[in-house]
């Protein structure tokens, strides 16, 4: 297996949910596939996006590849350091030293930090998990962490509530970089954010990309931001893909019916481009149908 | 941005609103004065801590401990009614029952929040109608349905007689217009009604309230923090930072030509990689003389004031020391 492989393979992923029935038996309820069968490939050190609306299935993609719940069916085959992983199959106990390598940046920068733990610690977590180096050396990547993502080294003794959300959202970064992970997935990281403090912390992310050369899946339901980190975007719909490609081709040139609803209602900030907004419920069940090249993934 | 009052619906003066916090006193809004528009909207823009919820909250004097509005005015001129001063009324008076969620009503962001769990959407909405309307229980019931047909929501009889789990987020917010727009106000606040939707839900509700202002004749002020937002739905902008208008302009004046330089920021922040290059503000427009800058001097002893730039623009400026 060379480096150029790409660093996710992903096939046929399904995460299917039971609805409606009872956990007493009785009658069984009807299956939500909130993730239908999605193939795609990410490569090594390129910005994903994934975009669709709530209920897509965009987090239930990447929760899935990264095993926070299991998948019902298919493949996520993880390449790194020359060896192929099927995420998607691995016993639990085998999962931890995989965590290493893939990593998570929330959404929520108030409930995804422990209120009772010192940033130092927060940040420090995954490197005590994991064992690694002693405490001294624990420390001083903390330090070398947080200054890296514009924080100072005295702040890790303060607790979160010292903090603004852009810089809770730093916090969130620095912990999920300190294991030096190959693959990050970054989900509504910046939408809770205000937009001035959004575009800081986006260009801290594009920052973190090169010098690490991180690949990050960053799911998002909002198109400019997706536009404006993203090489590649997934649309979704549904629990499936139904465009997939270079980002620039996507917003200038979108092929899928369902694609071109989404990018009409971005509302632009210029009075002088008053938004046409399609609906969904215009489309037919046929166009609601993948693209037909999506179809290629699955069979290699 | 005509001064003659008549034209203006809402007159806002000087307000000023201070919370009493284990830090000592917060100057949440502090000395905001803007104009709304008769059958207009207005869009008050700003990021969180901004004020611009403070201020709208103080409309419907919605302010509660440990705040409360320390100075200022806030005329609303109903038609066929002489000016009331909202600021000066009393807090258990019929004026201002009158006024909140009949004359003057607000759709909140979050549409689960704002609607009862345990009541039906029938009742959540008549019961607006029965408060602010001299009508009896059935005509209630008629005035709701059509309401609700108005803001699209089909099967309307069914519809009444459900709760609010059984709607989505888009149908719960077209609910909370619906009861917001009964009892036909003159003015409808609406802070942040589409944040919590998808784009596409939001695109249909923005279209939405700009069909039923014009249909209802009605005065929009709308609170966001999306400039994307406001250049769909506003006629004119005020810029909040820091409990103080920054920036007053017609909407496509502000983003065309964005003169302050908060408004800069928010504008290519919001425009995320495609911002544009904005010329220095002194060849746009001519500034006041005489020590007149755009930062708050750290010293803490400022004076501020609103400056009228160029014909309905206007810019807060700051000075040290007293006029």
Redesign the interface.
């Known amino acids: 297996m060379n480096n150029d492989a790409p660093l996710l393979r992903i096939r046929n992923l399904s995460k299917h949910y039971t609805t409606g029935g009872s956990r007493l038996g009785g009658k069984g309820g009807a299956i939500l596939k909130a993730l239908d069968n999605v193939s795609f490939n990410m490569t090594r050190g390129e910005t994903l996006g994934v975009v669709g609306e709530s209920g897509s299935g965009k987090t239930t993609c990447a929760r899935a590849i990264l095993r926070a719940i299991d998948p019902t069916s298919g493949h996520a085959y993880f390449c790194n350091n020359g060896t192929t992983t099927d995420l998607a199959t691995l016993p639990h106990r085998q999962l931890k030293p995989m965590r290493k390598e893939m990593q998570m940046i929330f959404q929520d920068p108030f409930a995804s930090l422990n209120p009772r733990m010192t940033v130092g610690d927060i940040v420090g977590e995954p490197l005590l998990i994991h064992g690694i180096g002693t405490r001294r050396e624990r420390e001083a990547q903390v330090v070398e962490m947080l200054e890296r993502v514009g924080l100072k080294s005295e702040h890790r003794s303060r607790y979160p509530h010292a903090f603004s959300g852009g810089q809770r959202q730093r916090i969130g970064i620095a912990r999920a970089l300190i294991l030096r992970p190959a693959f990050v997935v970054a989900d509504e990281a910046v939408s809770a954010l205000d937009v001035c403090v959004r575009a800081r912390v986006l260009d801290l992310l594009k920052d973190l990309k090169r010098e690490f050369g991180l690949s990050i899946m960053f799911v998002s339901h909002d198109l400019s931001v997706i536009r404006h980190i993203c090489d590649r975007v997934l649309v979704m719909h549904r629990g499936r893909i139904m465009e997939m490609g270079n980002v620039e081709r996507v917003f200038n040139d979108p092929q899928h019916a369902y694609t071109k609803v989404l990018l009409s209602a971005i509302p632009e900030p210029d009075p002088d481009r008053k938004m046409s907004p399609l609906t969904v419920d215009s489309l037919t069940p046929e166009q609601l149908e993948p693209l037909p090249d999506l179809a290629r993934f699955a069979a290699d | 941005m005509s001064d003659s009052s008549a034209d203006h619906v809402l007159s806002v003066r000087d307000l000023r609103v201070d919370f009493t916090t284990l830090h000592g006193l917060t100057h949440a809004v502090r000395g905001v004065s803007f104009d709304l528009p008769r059958g207009k909207t207005l869009a008050l823009v700003g990021?969180?801590g901004s004020g611009k919820s403070v201020t709208s909250y103080s409309i419907l004097r919605l302010i509660q401990k440990p705040g409360r509005i320390v100075g200022g005015q806030i005329l609303f001129r109903p038609k066929n009614h002489k000016t009331i001063d909202i600021v000066q009324l009393s807090e258990k008076g019929d004026d201002l029952y009158k006024v909140r969620g009949g004359k003057i009503s607000m759709i909140f962001q979050e549409p689960m929040t704002a609607l009862s769990p345990v009541h039906t959407i029938g009742d959540q909405v008549t019961e607006a109608v029965l408060l602010h309307r001299n009508v009896d229980r059935k005509e209630s019931v008629e005035i709701a349905a059509d309401m609700m047909a108005r803001v699209g929501i089909t099967d309307v009889r069914r519809r009444l007689k459900q709760y609010p789990f059984e709607f989505s987020?888009g149908m719960r917010q077209r609910v909370v217009i619906a009861m917001a727009l009964v009892c036909r106000p003159e003015i409808l606040i609406a802070d942040e009604p589409t944040t919590a939707l998808?784009?596409?839900?939001?695109?249909?509700i923005?279209?939405l309230i700009t069909e039923l202002r014009e249909q209802m004749n009605t005065s929009v002020l709308f609170i966001t923090?999306?400039?994307?937002?406001?250049?769909?739905v506003?006629d004119e902008v005020a810029v909040m930072r820091q409990g103080l208008i920054v920036e007053r302009a017609i909407?496509?004046d502000l983003?065309k030509s964005p003169l302050h330089p908060y408004t800069r920021?928010?504008?290519?922040?919001?425009?995320?990689?495609r911002e544009r290059e904005h010329p220095p503000v002194e060849e746009l427009v001519s500034l006041p003389r005489g020590g007149w800058q755009f930062n708050e001097p750290e010293t803490g002893d400022g004076t501020s004031q609103m400056h009228e730039v160029a014909p309905g623009r206007r810019l807060l400026m700051w000075k040290r020391g007293g006029l």
Do not use: P
């Open positions: 990021e969180s987020g998808d784009v596409t839900v939001q695109a249909q923005l279209r923090h999306d400039l994307g937002v406001v250049a769909q506003a909407a496509r983003f920021e928010l504008l290519s922040a919001a425009s995320l990689g």
